[in-house]
């Protein structure tokens, strides 16, 4: 498949090593922290770590939509297939992930709310228009890769008259994300960060200099296969080495500065600042997600539904928040392989399987895996 | 950052601003709501049924370029 | 009060045992499964038995869409049966066929299933010898649901099963993985996308013969089905109590099967395959299997993927097309398309 295999060649894999262990000075211990879910997914899947010199670690970001969602959003989801009638589109990704009293969309399913797994918003606005006489709420998550998509949809709807059409919006924002890792008001040590490959298309290189600048942290856009996170690595060791506080473009082929505007007057048309949102793991952050414009309000499902709000805690002894900040490892949580499992996920770090802690236990469990004595239950 | 994946452009229906892509064999259809100007041919990033972005063979040759001469310096800032 | 077999539906008169049963019995199944057996009219079916240990394996198929490219619902389930029981390394020799009808079920689509099993199984040398009729209300079954029970009988000295394999072993896989699990996603609703993959569906019963006979002392054979190489894979180990170390540059996928799994974010190692095996042999051994099971029109493609090695922890490992390492886990649940 051509611009994915000549970016997974074996051979170039090892060249790039051979580079990047030449460039990480010796003394030095380089933590770059990959913002995405994906990639953490990458480096896991294609053993990527095994191919770094010991002293240039990952450390993994909270760029994984699904795992900063607060459960209390999904039950407000619940609420409106199970209380208000509707039928709720959502994507694959949100099937299994357990909201309040450890319930998921799929279990609510089982119970017999008319829960629907689609691909695309255009699959959600089909079932609305195959089914004027009900209710279709389409429940969208995501970054700036995924939001786009729901404003088409919205645009569409309104264009057509789709009344029976509405968006439960949960879309948050990378650069808002980024900064409150920075900010923290406990110091993380990241050196440099591999920005995100398809949330970069759409938004450009561009918002990340401000934050490279501020923070003083070079930011590599790096590409989603295994060899452009390499190669992303190894421009962002050099540029550590070099004190330099630049924002890099791996990504060239898909990413320009500016980014795609057409989805950008998309994003801006349809949508506009929450003052606030809740992350799970990392509190609430100040213009970091995005709410349904006045315009447009009539497609809102929050306006159209009277939704119960209400907080859903973490459990007791999940590191989720120190984990998705990058300061802790997957590993040096007490709950991490014992009590909680991809089977049964205690924080939202496990329940995606682009969580650091599902990566991790379903990736790279022989690594961690110490007592070389027991079988491992699955 | 979410799963987008390069396929080939095979044929636009102008009309419903659609087009069929290829990717290895499979052929899907794919809103073109989000990119203008695509022909057949090109080569788009696919996420959630709509192509995000055309991919720059120009581009994607530079950067495998890269790769082979590791040890090269870095690319210019864009 | 004859059978409409072309605009007809199932109705609660066919499960009723009375004269409509009957008469979608003579129609439908006694016409197309016709042997000896069966026209003997019984509600069982009584056969000799050569010398040695009898096998027996069960299923029940529930797939939907009943009809996918390569197969559906009827086929598939004569070759499940018919593989199960090979993977012990007997011979198939009768099935058993219950179904379970939804009241509503279009007459000529039941048809077209009987017929594609009775080909199945004629293709196969297997015949299907008894069987059952239920009819349940609309609404409460999914179009069809048919179980298959087969039994076949071993030869001596001939002893495969999961607790067999050993360090030092070699794990050997047929063919093309994930050819089915994609071929059936491909008729979901909202995951539809044009491609040429069929179902890999087929009987494997004449590949073991071949595979036994150059190599009778095999130590596992398994057929990855539901929850694909990776779950069969950590079941064997676990089985033998055993570590298992792979190569993904080494297992066989067609460009299209890959293609699918890109597009919708699913890992090929968990899908379903439907007409290929895994055998686990001494290392003396891998070279003359291989060669049989290519000279064999169901193992073209076969290949040596990895090796057992001794792992108290039973962990399935595999060395990345990249060059890394990873774990193949079991199978936590069934894999859902992903947009991130």
Redesign the interface.
């Known amino acids: 498949?051509?611009?994915?295999d000549?970016?997974?060649?074996?051979q170039?894999?090892?060249?790039?090593a051979?580079?990047i262990k030449?460039a990480a000075q010796a003394e030095r211990h380089y933590r770059l922290m990959e913002?995405?879910?994906?990639?953490t997914h990458a480096i896991?899947?294609?053993?990527?770590?095994?191919?770094m010199p010991a002293n240039v670690e990952f450390v993994h970001g909270p760029?994984?939509?699904?795992c900063v969602l607060p459960a209390a959003r999904i039950d407000e989801a619940m609420q409106l297939a199970e209380q208000h009638d509707v039928i709720l589109c959502i994507?694959?990704?949100m099937?299994?992930v357990p909201a309040g009293s450890r319930r998921s969309l799929m279990q609510a399913k089982a119970d017999g709310a008319d829960i629907?797994?689609?691909?695309?918003?255009?699959?959600a606005l089909q079932i609305a228009r195959d089914n004027l006489d009900r209710q279709v709420v389409f429940f969208a998550i995501?970054?700036e890769?995924?939001t786009?998509?729901t404003a088409?949809a919205i645009k569409?709807a309104a264009a057509a008259g789709l009344e029976n059409f509405s968006v439960f919006c949960n879309h948050v924002l990378t650069p808002a994300a980024l900064g409150a890792i920075l900010n923290a008001p406990e110091p993380v040590t990241i050196d440099a960060f591999l920005g995100?490959?398809?949330?970069?298309?759409?938004i450009g290189?561009r918002p990340y200099e401000r934050l490279a600048k501020e923070y003083g942290k070079p930011i590599v856009v790096a590409?989603?296969e295994?060899?452009?996170v390499m190669?992303s690595a190894?421009?962002a060791i050099?540029?550590v080495n070099d004190g330099s506080h630049?924002?890099?473009?791996?990504y060239?082929?898909?990413?320009?500065?500016d980014g795609?505007s057409?989805?950008q007057t998309?994003m801006t048309e349809i949508f506009e600042l929450r003052d606030s949102f809740e992350w799970r793991g990392l509190g609430v952050i100040a213009d970091s997600a995005l709410q349904i414009r006045s315009e447009f309000s009539t497609f809102d499902a929050e306006k159209r539904f009277v939704i119960e709000t209400h907080a859903i805690s973490d459990v007791k002894g999940c590191a989720c928040p120190e984990i998705l900040r990058g300061q802790k490892k997957p590993v040096e949580c007490k709950l991490f392989g014992t009590v909680c499992t991809?089977?049964n996920p205690m924080g939202s770090c496990m329940v995606?399987?682009?969580g650091a802690c599902a990566a991790y236990?379903?990736?790279?469990?022989?690594r961690v895996?110490q007592?070389?004595?027991?079988?491992?239950e699955? | 950052?979410?799963?987008?994946?390069?396929a080939?452009v095979v044929s636009i229906d102008e009309a419903n601003d659609n087009a069929v892509v290829s990717?290895?064999g499979i052929k899907k259809q794919?809103?073109l709501?989000?990119?203008?100007g695509a022909v057949v041919g090109d080569?788009l990033?696919i996420?959630?049924?709509?192509a995000?972005?055309r991919?720059?063979?120009d581009?994607?040759q530079?950067?495998?370029e890269?790769?082979?001469e590791?040890?090269m310096l870095?690319?210019p800032?864009? | 009060m004859s059978l409409d077999l072309r605009n007809g539906v199932i109705n609660m008169g066919h499960g009723s045992g009375g004269r409509a049963t009957s008469e979608l019995i003579e129609t439908l199944f006694l016409k197309h499964f016709d042997n000896e057996l069966l026209r003997q009219g019984n509600d069982q079916a009584c056969f000799n038995v050569a010398a040695g240990r009898m096998v027996m394996s069960t299923d029940s198929h529930v797939i939907s869409p009943l009809f996918f490219p390569g197969g559906d619902i009827g086929s598939l389930a004569v070759h499940g049966t018919i593989n199960d029981v090979a993977m012990s390394g007997a011979r198939p020799l009768y099935l058993s066929a219950g179904f379970i009808l939804e009241e509503g079920f279009p007459l000529a689509d039941l048809e077209r299933i009987v017929i594609s099993m009775a080909g199945a199984a004629k293709q196969a040398g297997v015949k299907i010898i008894c069987g059952d009729t239920k009819v349940v209300d609309k609404g409460k079954g999914d179009g069809v649901f048919i179980n298959t029970t087969g039994v076949g009988v071993v030869s001596a000295g001939v002893n495969i099963s999961g607790d067999q394999a050993r360090p030092g072993d070699v794990i050997l896989l047929s063919g093309t993985i994930g050819d089915h699990g994609i071929a059936v996603l491909s008729k979901r609703e909202?995951?539809d996308f044009e491609t040429r993959i069929e179902s890999d569906s087929a009987a494997l019963h004449d590949l073991v013969t071949v595979m036994i006979k150059a190599v009778p002392q095999i130590h596992c054979l398994r057929d990855p089905t539901r929850g694909g190489l990776a779950t069969t894979l950590?079941e064997l180990a676990?089985q033998s109590?055993v570590g298992m170390q792979l190569r993904e540059?080494d297992i066989p996928m067609r460009?299209e099967v890959?293609?699918a799994c890109?597009l919708?974010g699913l890992d090929p190692l968990y899908i379903a395959n439907e007409g290929k095996l895994i055998a686990i042999c001494a290392a003396a051994d891998a070279k003359l299997l291989l060669s049989v099971m290519r000279k064999h029109p169901l193992g073209r493609d076969a290949v040596i993927i990895g090796e057992v090695l001794p792992?108290?922890?039973?962990?399935v490992?595999m060395?990345?097309?990249?060059?890394?390492?990873?774990?193949v886990?079991?199978l936590?649940?069934d894999q859902?398309?992903?947009?991130?």
């Open positions: 498949m051509k611009y994915i000549e970016f997974r060649d074996q170039t894999a090892r060249r790039i051979a580079a030449q913002f995405c879910g994906g990639h896991f899947r294609y053993g990527i770590q095994d191919l760029g994984c939509p699904v994507y694959g990704d099937m299994r629907r797994m689609i691909y695309s918003t255009q699959d995501g970054f890769t995924t786009p998509a088409v569409q995100p490959s398809h949330v970069s298309t759409i290189s590409g989603f295994p060899l452009d190669q190894l421009m050099r540029l630049e924002v890099k473009n791996e060239s082929r898909a990413v320009t500065r795609n057409k989805a998309f991809p089977a995606s399987s682009e236990w379903s990736y790279g469990r022989h895996c007592d070389v004595n027991k079988p491992h699955p | 950052m979410c799963l987008a994946i390069p080939e990717l290895g794919i809103s709501a989000l990119v203008d080569y990033l996420h959630v049924g709509y995000l972005n991919i720059s063979p581009e994607a530079k950067t495998l890269l790769f082979a590791a040890g870095e690319l800032p864009k | 909202n995951l950590n676990k109590a540059v460009t890959a293609a890109e919708l792992d108290k922890r039973q962990l490992q060395q990345t097309v990249f060059g890394g390492q990873r774990l886990d079991w936590m649940a859902l398309p992903r947009i991130c």
